[in-house]
């Protein structure tokens, strides 16, 4: 048997997973911001002429029921700070800047009141500990949890800061709401997989929660985490010219473990009712809402309703600008009426799984109804225009604002998804991206384009006086689609990044979207002082173990160079002998597929291992040769094949362009 050469090869399977699952931590670079412009400081101005800034109703909301407030940092084992609240101090300053719209300064005060919190009877939540909220319900011999936020280090701190004030009752259930990472990556930190595996603890989450946590981190996860980084603004400095908020919560925290235990109880049915510590819940299942997997809660003896994620205090995405599957908005809206409908008039409080609840029945019915009306009127406008022959970009820029009263109510503001975006969203869900002109068929890529259009205007230093003009006059649109041609043909061009950079942090500084806001403001900073440097990151994950073996073999097909791959024609059998789960790889045409349950005796080498060895690996724990070396790893036939096959697996950049070629 030969064995094979690792030495190029050695740590493409450790660290397989780590690219696509966790959050790395950068270091912030350098950043010289500008103050707003007198043209971004009269519209910020003007916004507060428009938006009903004397109903403090938010306020109250926020900070009603407060038992214990929290503040400082969350740090992890190695004195790492995961969290940190503090950093945004400077939002106690009543007044906003001109360099916030008045309408985000407003939310990114609302997100900022953190600690715990009563909601209703039993009923407890710790908020502004993570972007997400933690809630506890008190049964009668124990606590059942709803989302334990997004890291151990979080959740640990937030069921500690709930022990410091309540009865220390043990966890006996956990419910994940839906299958994004802030939902249920902190689970360890309120229960021992023991006492799950022992049946001490349940674990509920809606059907298909296993699968579409692996299916959107995973395969597209690299990308998401580079983009991601400009949707939260991870990079930014915390500031009233920098990162403030991100709508749902305040940031994405780093350093953190985040891992998930399997759900021992799946929500499979339109309605399910089950006593969990002596409390009676209704789990409504929600499908392809704001996640492919999510469900509601109702608790009749509280008159509560969470809503998990389906309606927040604001519009969602229907699309997420760091790309994910576009959402339904159709079926989104007519869950929330199921909702309104079969709780309605039943609920006295309302909770969700971001922000603040709201209280009173008719408050509650409103708030329902106009989230409803909300993705309602996203789905159905942009239908509409599209069969009128308009195109995406043209319905993003019609629906520039809500009907009726939608468009006055804070709980409808564009703070996280936006008209624009979500229209668009909603475009390509049932046409696709193109738009149906010939002539953008087949577009010319980024630098072509640039180049192709500064020769057309007459040169570099024509763009750039251009550029200044728009400027000048604010039209900061304008100069940044005239910044990004120029850039993308000329990288080396500081003036151009200067100015395409001058163009974007305004159109940050106007952004009432938080997300939109960090977007240009990370823009911003990477065009004034370029990407920065992928540090390696410390956040730990354990989610590669809940890969299924198919899955991980999908995730080799994605890593694959179909380039390199050619003329590399093998078939690989591979057992994972723990589990008696057989798979047969087949490398052909620079396209690696793969069929479970079978083995070809033709196989030019046979890999066998136990899941457990591969769940090692994928976590960091063990490397792929050193498995082999200590015979974790078994193989048959000509095992310089599977170095050979190793060699062809793309490691992805971590930090790769984008506002630059």
């Known amino acids: 048997m030969a064995l094979p050469s690792f030495a190029r090869q050695r740590s493409l399977l450790t660290c397989l997973l780590a690219a696509s699952l966790s959050q790395p931590l950068l270091a912030a670079a350098p950043q010289a911001s500008k103050p707003a412009s007198p043209i971004t400081a009269t519209k910020n101005a003007e916004v507060l002429k428009v938006l009903p800034f004397t109903d403090r109703a938010d306020y109250e909301s926020a900070s009603r029921g407060l038992i214990a407030p929290f503040s400082g940092q969350i740090k992890n084992a190695d004195g790492q700070v995961v969290w940190d609240i503090d950093a945004y101090k400077f939002l106690d300053a009543n007044k906003s800047p001109e360099s916030v719209n008045p309408s985000l300064w407003r939310l990114a005060q609302l997100n900022k009141h953190a600690g715990l919190f009563q909601v209703a009877e039993n009923i407890y939540q710790l908020r502004g500990m993570d972007v997400s909220n933690m809630t506890v319900i008190e049964g009668d011999d124990g606590l059942f949890i709803i989302d334990p936020l997004t890291y151990g280090e979080t959740a640990k701190a937030a069921l500690e800061l709930y022990y410091q004030h309540r009865p220390k009752k043990p966890v006996v259930a956990v419910a994940y709401s839906h299958s994004h990472g802030d939902h249920f990556g902190g689970v360890r930190g309120v229960v021992d997989e023991a006492d799950v595996k022992a049946g001490k603890v349940k674990i509920f989450a809606p059907s298909g929660f296993m699968e579409h946590v692996v299916a959107e981190n995973v395969f597209a996860g690299t990308a998401m985490s580079r983009r991601a980084q400009f949707q939260f603004g991870s990079l930014l400095p915390r500031g009233e010219k920098g990162q403030v908020d991100t709508g749902m919560g305040k940031t994405i925290a780093v350093n953190g473990a985040i891992s998930v235990i399997a759900p021992t109880d799946l929500i499979k049915e339109p309605y399910e009712t089950h006593r969990i510590a002596g409390i009676e819940v209704e789990f409504q299942l929600t499908p392809g809402t704001e996640a492919p997997s999510e469900m509601n809660f109702f608790l009749p003896k509280q008159h509560a309703l969470c809503m998990s994620e389906n309606t927040t205090q604001m519009m969602h995405n229907v699309l997420t600008p760091r790309g994910a599957l576009v959402r339904d908005a159709k079926a989104w809206f007519e869950f929330i009426d199921e909702s309104l409908e079969r709780y309605g008039a039943k609920t006295d409080v309302m909770f969700i799984s971001h922000n603040w609840p709201v209280w009173g029945g008719e408050r509650i019915r409103t708030f329902l109804a106009d989230q409803r009306d909300m993705y309602a009127f996203l789905n159905n406008r942009t239908l509409n225009l599209l069969n009128k022959g308009l195109t995406s970009a043209e319905i993003a820029e019609k629906m520039d604002k809500l009907p009726g009263d939608l468009e006055k109510k804070w709980y409808t503001r564009s703070y996280y998804g936006s008209l624009s975006h979500n229209s668009r969203a909603v475009y390509q869900r049932y046409l696709g991206y193109y738009d149906g002109n010939p002539a953008n068929l087949n577009p010319l890529p980024p630098v072509d384009a640039g180049t192709h259009y500064v020769a057309a205007m007459g040169g570099a230093a024509a763009v750039l006086k251009q550029m200044q003009a728009a400027i000048a006059k604010g039209d900061y649109r304008w100069a940044a689609t005239l910044g990004n041609h120029l850039v993308f043909a000329e990288p080396g061009n500081q003036a151009a990044k200067d100015l395409q950079a001058d163009a974007l942090e305004q159109l940050g500084y106007q952004s009432e979207n938080a997300l939109w806001r960090n977007i240009y403001l990370t823009g911003t900073m990477e065009l004034r002082n370029g990407v920065p440097a992928y540090t390696g990151g410390s956040t730990r994950s354990d989610l590669g173990r809940s890969m ?64 457990s060895t591969l769940d090692q690996i994928s976590m960091r724990q063990l490397d792929f040769p050193t498995a082999i070396k200590q015979g974790a790893i078994k193989l048959d036939g000509n095992g310089k094949k599977l170095g050979e096959f190793l060699s062809t697996l793309d490691t992805f950049n971590q930090q790769f362009n984008i506002v630059t070629p």
């Open 548 to 611: 299924t073996a198919s899955q991980f073999f999908d995730y080799l097909a994605v890593r694959l160079d179909s380039d390199k791959a050619q003329g590399h024609d093998m078939v690989l059998n591979w057992v994972f002998e723990d589990v008696k789960q057989p798979f047969v790889l087949t490398l052909r045409n620079g396209v690696l597929t793969h069929r479970e349950g079978k083995q070809n005796p033709q196989a030019n080498v046979t890999v066998k291992m136990d899941k």
